[in-house]
């Protein structure tokens, strides 16, 4: 069956780094469009991050441009987030998705496998 599995979240102070992992099974992941999304407490889960099948186009939300990057390696059907330049604001669950369906890529709905989460905490 289809499995997306995060890891890689924890506890990091404002200004440091973090890489997360998204592992992939149970579907074609090489031909898959993948992103992440973020949920912090209280508010909507959030588009974070995209990037097409074959990597040559990636979308990133304005608050983590140029702080974050999202890259795959089809080969270990694995999906990467590495996180510069930590803020508090930042702090949230992150999600990894596969989007299956049609539509504008920063909504939820366009995606059909997530991941259980893992949670990343900026904070002093």
């Known amino acids: 069956q289809v499995q997306l599995v995060e890891s890689g979240g924890g506890l990091v102070q404002p200004g440091g780094s973090l890489r997360l992992f998204c592992a992939a099974s149970g579907f074609t992941f090489s031909t898959t469009t993948m992103g992440w999304f973020r949920q912090a407490p209280g508010k909507e889960r959030e588009f974070v991050a995209l990037?097409?099948?074959?990597?040559?186009?990636?979308y990133y939300t304005d608050s983590v441009k140029g702080r974050f990057t999202i890259s795959r390696d089809n080969a270990k059907n694995t999906v990467y987030l590495q996180m510069n330049s930590l803020k508090p604001e930042d702090t949230a669950v992150y999600y990894c998705?596969?989007?299956?369906?049609?539509?504008?890529?920063?909504?939820?709905?366009?995606?059909?496998?997530w991941g259980q989460g893992t949670q990343v905490t900026v904070s002093s």
């Open positions: 998705a596969a989007k299956t369906n049609s539509g504008d890529y920063s909504l939820v709905r366009a995606y059909g496998y």
């Open positions: 990037i097409t099948w074959s990597s040559n186009r990636t």
